[in-house]
């Protein structure tokens, strides 16, 4: 059994220079916030919080008091965390009653493992290897002796101090002082661990009369006397008066010193719902989550085991990217949005009689060309020069040219030839490195693949790492908010508003892809502009559209706009390797971050999180990593809900498979080998989302409710 702390104290360790500054005025909090980090109060000395436990005689070995600070998630002392003042000095909470007592602490460099903290000749904070070694005899015997069996546990809190005497600042200020620094006021216990008329923590102070705030004690109190005002120290204002009233809120009071407590689990705060919220989402495991601003990250979450340093294919998130090319063509007039594709490739026809004339590079990035898809986009062989002339010999919808969207992959692969075309450039990596990924910081290299580096597809042919794409969303967000004309980091002109026209919704799609799908896909729900997808209705009560480029194993990127209800824009990006067959982890992705209907989705959460967090001007960004989080499907399921086809010859059997052992009924079976099948029969893509949805799949393909996980995760939690 952990034994109860009697006593806890509070150690002076020295973490930087001495400085006092005043308590910020009475402007609010929110005023605040907005100013800069070195606004702050910067930090003066902190104070380590200890807790003893235990007694002479207890019948304890050196190994037995730190598993029991282990226990407690905390650890023993160093030998400079007991003894600020070093080798004579007296120990954190003074010297011990007893005639002979040494105290546990962390193994100096030499060995010694034990620290005098009694009466005992040759004074206090003496450590044993003065005398001998700490290995045998009683320090590692299980029998008791009056000489030990005290021992000090590190809480992992701090004290830091900031002050100067007759500053005007209330209760409520100096709290919020400590809380924009992740930081919070200390307890009673804490700044007076021996409790009322003892000294405080760093003794008692030199003015007549100071009052420091602490966390609200059951009968209300928040101050606390650490000055010298007759009745002494560590006396509460509550044995006299209401710590509300007028006297104390008063700003001719003695006070202005307040101290504030470094508590990691502050920082992590913001967070918890998010963090809580992923685990529970298994079924979309392994992924991780990243979220960021203009600044950089604020969260990096991890569900499963997934590498953020590994390259993987995120198919349409590449849409973004490609975006983002033509983008900054636009922001030097190289390529403005608004030509017209026949006055940049010589076989286009410019006859005002042909609709195919009228189509614009803004056209086909908002994916209202008129233009259906065509399967050279997948060849690997190709041009892209070549593919667009076949794209362009196929039927030209004219009355859907700029009103309304066509979700496919031939608008990006005419917008690539044009690029081409007006660069001179010969190959597509090598031009987006130099025009977008030197610009957003990533390293040179090929991140443009499928369906091969000579032919990459710019609606769905990028390979690259969390990491890295990460690196491209936010200087993408940075560029958006730009000042700089065009905007920088990435180029951004005045064809998009210099980013300000980005936001917003986009064109309706065409009614007949909303017959096709049918309600459950809610395409009335969606616009789309720019390579991006948007919310037409508020459906997950979001103040504005929340942008995303979606890819078809579950990549989802999104940008939130800089809202008065919301503040500042964010970035967030979910990076998962999903189920391919029917685009079932784009579904799945996408449910998760935006929720349906009236129900809410991690946006949500995200828009309170990130709130929240910047209140913290100093925090850290927060990490956390729960590896051993793993969805269990059943072996049919997992060859269906893990099938990836042959992507030059579309061939697959693992569909086939699983049907052919009898323990399946889906509509999947009845053409298993067809590739279209499975990616444009909507009963069909409507069954593998509930197959792949769910981490329990039971005899018929059902999916049952039973989640079913790996053991208890081993959770690794990061917050630094």
Not at 209 to 224: A, F, H, R, S, T
Request: hydrophobic share 40%; net charge negative; aromatic share 8%.
């Amino acid at each position: 059994m952990v034994a109860i702390p009697t006593l806890v104290f509070i150690v002076f360790l020295l973490a930087g220079a001495l400085d006092f500054s005043p308590v910020v005025g009475k402007e609010s909090l929110n005023r605040r916030l907005a100013t800069s980090v070195s606004a702050s109060i910067p930090e003066t000395p902190a104070w380590v919080v200890v807790a003893y436990y235990g007694q002479a005689n207890d019948a304890k070995r050196w190994i037995d008091m730190s598993n029991e600070c282990q226990v407690l998630n905390r650890r023993l002392p160093t030998f400079e965390e007991l003894c600020p003042r070093g080798e004579g000095s007296s120990p954190v909470g003074g010297q011990w009653h007893e005639a002979d007592m040494w105290a546990p602490i962390q193994p100096q460099p030499n060995g010694n493992k034990w620290v005098q903290i009694g009466g005992r000749e040759g004074g206090t904070c003496n450590p044993l290897s003065t005398y001998h070694g700490s290995a045998g005899g009683w320090m590692e015997s299980t029998q008791g002796s009056p000489h030990k069996g005290v021992f000090g546990c590190v809480t992992g809190s701090s004290i830091v101090f900031h002050d100067k005497a007759k500053d005007t600042g209330s209760w409520m200020e100096m709290s919020d002082e400590c809380l924009v620094q992740a930081k919070r006021l200390p307890t009673f216990e804490e700044l007076c661990p021996r409790g009322g008329g003892s000294l405080p923590v760093g003794g008692q102070r030199g003015e007549a009369e100071m009052w420091v705030p602490i966390q609200p004690q059951l009968d209300g109190n928040k101050w606390v006397q650490i000055g010298g005002q007759e009745r002494g120290t560590c006396i509460p204002p509550s044995t006299n008066h209401a710590s509300a009233d007028d006297e104390m809120e008063s700003t001719q009071r003695g006070k202005g010193v307040f101290g504030c407590v470094h508590d990691s689990n502050l920082a992590a705060q913001p967070w918890d719902k998010l963090e809580e919220a992923l685990i529970g989402l298994k079924h979309l495991a392994p992924f991780n989550l990243l979220v960021g601003d203009e600044g950089g990250v604020l969260a990096n979450i991890t569900i499963g085991a997934w590498s953020s340093s590994q390259k993987v294919p995120i198919w349409s998130a590449s849409k973004l990217a490609t975006g983002a090319l033509l983008f900054s063509l636009d922001a030097d007039d190289t390529l403005p949005l608004d030509a017209k594709v026949s006055d940049h490739l010589s076989w286009w026809t410019s006859s005002e009689d042909d609709s195919r004339s009228r189509v614009t590079i803004r056209h086909l990035l908002n994916f209202a060309s008129g233009f259906g898809d065509h399967m050279c986009t997948f060849s690997a062989s190709t041009t892209f020069d070549a593919c667009s002339r076949q794209i362009y010999q196929q039927s030209h919808d004219q009355e859907s040219l700029g009103k309304t969207a066509d979700y496919n992959e031939a608008h990006l692969q005419i917008a690539q030839a044009v690029a081409m075309q007006v660069t001179g450039a010969t190959n597509w990596n090598e031009l987006w490195w130099q025009r977008v990924g030197k610009r957003a910081g990533l390293p040179h290299d090929t991140y443009w693949v499928f369906p091969s580096e000579e032919h990459p597809a710019g609606g769905g042919g990028m390979m690259i790492s969390s990491v890295d794409y990460a690196t491209f969303l936010r200087a993408f967000q940075q560029s958006l908010h730009s000042a700089s004309r065009p905007t920088a980091p990435l180029q951004i002109g005045k064809g998009v508003g210099y980013g300000a026209a980005f936001w917003g919704l986009g064109l309706p799609f065409q009614s007949t892809e909303q017959d096709m799908c049918g309600a459950d896909c809610e395409w009335q729900e969606d616009t789309y502009a720019y390579t991006s997808w948007r919310i037409r209705s508020a459906r997950a009560g979001l103040a504005a559209p929340m942008v995303n480029c979606m890819g078809c194993q579950g990549w989802w990127p999104g940008l939130f706009p800089t809202t008065e209800a919301d503040g500042a824009g964010w970035w967030a990006q979910l990076s998962r390797e999903g189920p391919f067959l029917g685009c079932v982890g784009a579904h799945s992705s996408d449910l998760a971050m935006q929720g349906h209907a009236n129900a809410e989705g991690l946006v949500d959460t995200i828009i309170e999180a990130v709130a929240r967090h910047r209140k913290f001007l100093v925090a850290a960004p927060f990490e956390a990593v729960h590896a051993d989080v793993a969805c269990r499907r059943s072996h049919v399921a997992t060859q269906i809900c893990d099938c990836m086809p042959n992507l030059e010859t579309f061939d697959f059997d693992c569909v086939d498979l699983a049907c052919s052992q009898g323990e399946m009924d889906l509509l999947a079976c009845k053409d298993p080998r067809n590739f279209w099948h499975m990616m444009k029969n909507q009963s069909v893509k409507l069954e593998l989302r509930a197959l792949c949805s769910s981490c329990e799949v039971g005899h018929g393909g059902r999916a049952t409710n039973t989640a079913v996980a790996a053991s208890v995760p081993q959770q690794k939690r990061l917050v630094r």
